[in-house]
Each structure stands twice: as C-alpha cells, then as structure tokens.
C-alpha cells in the first residue's frame, strides 16, 4: 500500500488549506486513516482520525473546530480541510493507514499505523 499526501503549501494566519491523501496498491482495506504532523525540532502528534466504514472521528483538542477529516471511500482517499491556520499549525503532515478492519477511529499513537505517506509541508505565516 502506497500514500500520497498532497496540498501543503505557504498561507497567511487565518487562511485555510485541503490536504489530500490517496491510497494506492493492493486492495485497500485499511478502516481507518489519520493525518499527523510534525514541527521542527518536535515529536510527530497526532491530529485526526477517522474511520472509513463508521465515519466516526477524532481530533486533537488544538484543531479541533478548526480542522475536518473526511473521506472519499471510492477514490481511497482521505482528506484534511483546515481552516483559520495558526502559525503553530505549521508542520510536516503526514498521512496514516491503520491496516485491517475497525469500529472506532480512537486511534491516537503513531504506533498503531501501518502505512505512512511521505509528508506534504504547511507553513503558516503571522
């Protein structure tokens, strides 16, 4: 299975950005997909989750109301929709599937990801 994240880019406070992550291979079976990210000099967090089969979701407390996960189930992609960027939101994103079938998308430690895409770049200017 193969990730592609797509959508990072340079935006001003307050502006917003849609990645996308699409997953390529043998067949997708993966319930569950999450984005994380991780700053300069800081350890790669969690930001959302959510599973394709009960589109249930999670996010960290820092984007959430701010950020969407969503997913597009016949085009095996996932995507992030972020709204009013904050300068503390710049990062690496990088795009997760947990292998095998699941109920919920609590899943919250990088250790619990199969396949990793190779990161899209968000940089947020003040």
């Known amino acids: 299975v193969q990730l592609q994240a797509s959508g990072g880019g340079l935006v001003q406070a307050g502006n917003s950005l849609r990645l996308s992550c699409a997953a390529s291979g043998r067949p997708f079976s993966s319930s569950v997909m999450g984005w994380f990210r991780q700053a300069p000099g800081k350890e790669r967090e969690f930001v959302a989750a959510i599973n394709r089969g009960t589109d249930s979701v999670t996010y960290v407390d820092s984007v959430q109301g701010r950020f969407t996960i969503s997913s597009d189930n016949a085009k095996n992609a996932v995507c992030l929709q972020m709204n009013s960027l904050k300068p503390e939101d710049t990062a690496v994103y990088y795009c997760?599937?947990?292998?095998?079938?699941?109920?919920?998308?609590?899943?919250?430690?990088?250790?619990?990801?199969?396949?990793w895409g190779q990161g899209t770049e968000v940089t947020v200017s003040s």
């Open positions: 997760a599937a947990r292998g095998g079938y699941s109920i919920s998308s609590s899943y919250t430690d990088r250790g619990m990801y199969d396949y």
